[in-house]
Nanobody
Framework: QVQLVESGGGLVQAGGSLRLSCAAS????????MGWFRQAPGKEREFVSA????????DTADSVKGRFTISRDNAKNTVYLQMNSLKPEDTAVYYC?????????????????WGQGTQVTVSS
């Protein structure tokens, strides 16, 4: 089992940047594919980005491609989401998730563990 704690959310103006972190504890971090998802009020949880166990492969949603970058540091048991050129439509609660598997999935049902989420608000 793994416990996930997100941090780094906040209020930022459009065009600004934030860096989210997700710290993991418990079972070996490098055993997990890690993903970021987000959920805006009244909307379903949607995929943002995911990274393979050793970081060699990533997948990113078209809506954030070129603006958001996922990375991980297995020595620090942490996955990051660098968010640049933020837009008001990026406003959501951002969740970190872990999948004890091999494939980099883009759907929430494939992930086994979730953090509590961190709020990101982008003002226009």
């Amino acid at each position: 089992q793994v416990q996930l704690v997100e941090s780094g959310g906040g209020l930022v103006q459009a065009g600004g940047s934030l860096r989210l972190s997700c710290a993991a504890s418990g079972r070996t971090f490098s055993s997990y594919v890690m993903g970021w998802f987000r959920q805006a009020p009244g909307k379903e949880r949607e995929f943002v980005s995911a990274i393979s166990r050793r970081g060699g492969s990533t997948d990113t949603a078209d809506s954030v491609k070129g603006r958001f970058t996922i990375s991980r540091d297995n020595a620090k048991n942490t996955v990051y989401l660098q968010m640049n050129s933020l837009k008001p439509e990026d406003t959501a609660v951002y969740y970190c998730a872990a999948d004890l598997g091999v494939v980099v999935h883009t759907t929430p049902d494939k992930y086994d563990y979730w953090g509590q989420g961190t709020q990101v608000t982008v003002s226009s």
